[in-house]
């Protein structure tokens, strides 16, 4: 097979354990393996979120690892381990210890949560293992059972929940850069539309003592990028569950808010909300739909549980989807005519895709497979090199709706490349 439109890196599921530590401020993650672990928090760190702390110049990194080597790992090294998690448990500036592994060494069947267990009265701080035989997948698998090791591990107390209250389980918080802390603020904006107060938002960019505060939920509305963290939590506070879409969109924004609504039993304010919001958001688009959007042909590459909603937009612009290239396995979903799950990246398939006469490609980073793309390209989604977000702006919600149609329009409208040569 020829090289996967995918995460571009080996062990695709430890970048989404990277992402999940990288969204909890004082989290650090110790893994069991050779240097190769650390290098990987390269592709995060200063590449696709400029305000990571992954790695540090005072050397005290958020990724550590332990350093065996092919002919130690056949080796009893539960010592080696318990040393590293000490020394991190150690720092002040830790909140919570993360423990999991690379293949090389979990095939020899050490027991991390043993390993814990047996020093839990001298750490300090909460040290929770990621079974390493659950990170079998995709770096949305990654995320996904580490949201859920947190969901299993982190320390709560039941008869907390207040009325009026939620907390949203499954957020995928894959930089810490406006984008992504607007999308929380739009998240919380919207239920408090409805009534509701957000207590926590797992992940949001915070301290890991201020995951706890999800036992004072009422509701739980569970995104699909922690559906087993959701679930965990709900079973462990007594929270109504409500698992719903992903508010990319006006038809899953509406969608989401209805859904939390119904849990909370605050469907009259949703509807009074949804009026409100649209009567805003809709006539903004009436000179720019037929201006730019309608008529013309689109194409996708990346997070295959934001291409839904993606496709929705289209439809609302007048747009052609022409086709998609999902980054992820085909189990998150999305399957359907025009959509390739990872294919090679010169195979039949794809060479087909960019002769596609397209108008905008919105596309996460593609240089490294694409060096000349024939067709203007709008970089958005996990891994973006090119595009940063250093001012307020969303792509979930009302609110991100707008600026996301402002950004393809703005691309649209660029003034296209002359050919060279």
């Not at 980073?365 to 090199?385: A, D, N, R, V």
């Amino acid at each position: 097979m020829g090289q996967q439109f995918s995460t571009p890196m080996n062990y695709p599921t430890l970048m989404g354990v990277y992402l999940a530590v990288n969204a909890l401020k004082d989290a650090y993650v110790l893994v069991d393996g050779p240097d190769c672990a650390f290098y990987k928090a390269h592709f995060i760190h200063g590449r696709h979120d400029l305000n990571s702390t992954l790695l540090r110049i005072s050397g005290r990194h958020r990724v550590a690892f332990t350093n065996v080597c092919s002919r130690g790992v056949v080796k009893e090294h539960d010592d080696i381990i318990g040393r590293e998690l000490q020394t991190l448990d150690g720092l002040e500036e830790s909140g919570l210890v993360l423990v999991t592994a690379l293949p090389m060494c979990s095939i020899t069947g050490v027991d991390y949560g043993r390993v814990i267990r047996l020093r839990a009265e001298s750490l300090t701080k909460p040290a929770i293992d990621i079974p390493p035989e659950s990170l079998v997948g995709d770096w949305l698998d990654g995320y996904d059972q580490t949201l859920n090791a947190l969901a299993k591990g982190i320390a709560l107390k039941t008869g907390r929940r207040r009325p009026g209250t939620a907390a949203i389980v499954g957020y995928l918080m894959d930089r810490n850069e406006s984008d992504h802390h607007a999308n929380v603020a739009e998240l919380k904006r919207m239920l408090g539309g409805l009534g509701l107060e957000t207590v926590s938002v797992w992940l949001s960019g915070q301290d890991c003592s201020e995951l706890s505060r999800v036992e004072e939920a009422e509701v739980i509305v569970s995104l699909p990028y922690g559906r087993a963290a959701a679930r965990r939590l709900a079973q462990r506070t007594g929270a109504r569950l409500m698992e719903t879409e992903l508010p990319f969109g006006l038809p899953k924004t509406l969608r989401f808010l209805r859904d939390a609504a119904a849990a909370a039993g605050k469907e009259s304010e949703a509807e009074a909300f949804i009026d409100a919001e649209l009567s805003r958001a809709v006539p903004r688009l009436k000179w720019i739909i037929p201006q730019y959007f309608l008529g013309r042909r689109a194409g996708y590459m990346g997070d295959p549980h934001l291409l839904g909603g993606f496709r929705d937009i289209a439809d609302d612009l007048g747009l052609t989807l022409s086709g998609a290239i999902v980054r992820g396995r085909a189990a998150h979903g999305q399957a359907g005519p025009g959509v390739l799950h990872e294919p090679p990246a010169m195979s039949d398939e794809v060479r087909s895709f960019m002769d596609l006469p397209l108008d905008l490609f919105v596309s996460t980073w593609c240089e490294h497979e694409w060096p000349q793309l024939k067709f203007p390209t709008m970089e958005f989604g996990f891994p973006s090199y090119r595009s940063h977000a250093l001012s307020d702006r969303p792509f979930l919600g009302f609110n991100g709706f707008l600026a996301f149609v402002e950004r393809m329009a703005d691309e649209l409208t660029r003034p296209k490349r002359k050919e060279h040569g």
